[in-house]
């Protein structure tokens, strides 16, 4: 059974009240600059260097070094980046030029096996907080999966160093 037109309720259009832009807010009110918008693409946005505030905030490390070792500084401004390939080149570096030295790493490797000292785990943590800090957006199992293969190339520095040591001795 179908109505007649007449008996169905005439729906009116809905009446939204108009748009209004953001209201400004004077300059003066502000204890800031208030972003722009729209926000600018990311084309145009101003680049960081790599040694950005999440890189000058690492403390210093928390045992001595030796003094002829460069600071760990230098040595993160000689690697920039946050891909797998410069996170692996720059554990092998702070390991090798800023917290352990040659002569250590020739003597010892990160698991003590074959007549060798194991790496102070105080130094290697730092070490990976240092790593860390150059991929703060990763999750703790992506990390862990990075620090994984940084560990692998430190292993195979600290081998290829002693089998050098060897050959000159």
Not at 3 to 20: E, I
Request: proline fraction near 16%.
């Amino acid at each position: 059974m179908q109505l007649p037109p007449s008996a169905m309720p005439q729906l009116q259009p809905l009446q939204y009240p108009p748009v209004q832009s953001t209201p400004q807010i004077p300059a003066h009110l502000t204890p800031h600059p208030l972003p722009q918008f729209p926000p600018q693409p990311p084309s145009q946005l101003p680049l960081q260097e790599p040694s950005s505030p999440v890189h000058l905030c690492l403390p210093p490390p928390p045992f001595a070094t030796p003094p002829k070792l460069r600071p760990v500084h230098d040595v993160m401004k000689d690697h920039p980046g946050s891909d797998v390939s410069v996170l692996r080149e720059l554990t092998t570096a702070l390991a090798r030029e800023a917290i352990f030295g040659r002569e250590e790493l020739s003597k010892c490797s990160l698991s003590g096996r074959r007549n060798t000292i194991t790496l102070n785990k105080r130094k290697l943590d730092y070490i990976k907080h240092v790593v860390r800090s150059r991929v703060p957006n990763k999750s703790a199992v992506d990390f862990e999966l990075i620090w994984k293969l940084c560990r692998s190339s430190l292993s195979k520095s600290c081998q290829t160093i002693r089998t050098n040591t060897k050959k000159k001795n």
